[in-house]
């Protein structure tokens, strides 16, 4: 293990917390209004980790820290189930990992070598917001809030005139009963391992999920860069999409242009280049944890 130094950690603690805070404490105000935001909400409402935890630094299987009463004391949420502390010294315990988050973990790494071994394809063009509204009026559409940027019939026309290549079941499965059957692709849940690749903007988002799915275990870093990949993601996915978001800071990536197509595929290409390294990470924390053994649990030498 490697063993962090008091003042080392809570440094990165701190700096854990004050990357996420705003997004955090964003939401949870608005949640109080009852406000909601198209955008940024999609990172607590689909993705179900809580503001809470997002902000708690947690240490991974390979770290040891230096710890202090003090120290407990500030950061409370280190004395928990998952950690043994002894001896001034502080780690996760892997005998708390059950068997069920060793088979998602498997599962998880199964899948980042399938998508990091798999060509990515460019080109979809965020199409999945449009056929999300595809044949709906304005008062259908899920941000009825907020107009679109074409009418209905010429949303419809636009859709008709692409070629539809979602490969996210997630995405797709929230196509319009129209719009489905024009997806050259159908994916499935049971597919999800043989259709997902690394240019999807969905399946990158994603990486954030799969990263919570593995927490405490990877630790909180893995957990910030995945969040702020996938809020990168979200804003261009919306960007992309036919509602008109402007005045909220989001200037429209007006994909049913073709210089707004060539602006879709430089962005995507630059956000799949930084997923790469994060699916890497991804994959070697979900292969450590489905296969670490469990430690002995044995009191240290006075």
């Known amino acids: 293990m490697r063993r962090l130094a008091l003042n080392e950690w809570t440094s990165r603690a701190d700096a854990h917390a004050a990357r996420v805070a705003p997004w955090c404490d964003a939401y949870v105000e608005r949640r109080s209004r009852g406000q909601k935001h198209p955008v940024d909400d999609f990172l607590f409402t689909y993705y179900n980790f809580s503001p809470a935890k997002l902000r708690q630094w947690m240490p991974s299987l390979d770290e040891e820290l ?41 599962f998880i790494a199964n ?29 259908q559409v899920r941000h009825n809030g907020y107009r679109l940027r074409l009418s209905p019939e010429a949303i419809s026309a636009f859709v008709e005139s692409q070629s539809i290549c979602c490969s996210h079941y997630d995405a797709f499965r929230f196509f319009t009963p129209e719009a489905a059957p024009l997806n050259t692709l159908q994916p499935t849940l049971e597919s999800r391992i043989d259709n997902e ?44 999409s036919p509602y008109e978001l402007s005045d909220m800071g989001y200037p429209p990536v007006r994909v049913e242009t073709e210089e707004g197509r060539q602006q879709y595929v430089l962005e995507q290409q ?29 009191p240290r030498a006075a």
């Not at 399946?203 to 910030?224: Q, R, T």
């Open 111 to 139: 899948l980042s070598a399938n998508i990091l071994a798999r060509p990515a394809r460019l080109r979809c063009f965020g199409l999945h917001e449009w056929a999300m509204v595809y044949h709906l009026t304005p008062e």
């Open 270 to 298: 630059s956000l799949a280049a930084k997923a790469i390294p994060m699916r890497e990470r991804v994959r070697e924390a979900a292969a450590q944890i489905s296969t670490i053994p469990a430690l002995p649990v044995t």
């Open 197 to 240: 690749q690394g240019a999807c903007l969905h399946a990158n988002m994603d990486l954030y999920k799969w990263a919570y799915k593995l927490w405490p275990w990877c630790g909180s870093d893995l957990i910030a860069d995945t969040f702020l990949l996938a809020l990168e993601g979200r804003n261009l996915d919306m960007r992309a």
């Open 66 to 106: 230096e710890i202090s009463e003090a120290a407990l004391e500030a950061h409370p949420w280190l004395r928990s189930r998952w950690t043994i502390i002894d001896d001034g010294l502080l780690r996760m315990d892997a005998n708390k990992i059950d068997e069920s988050v060793r088979r998602a973990a498997a």
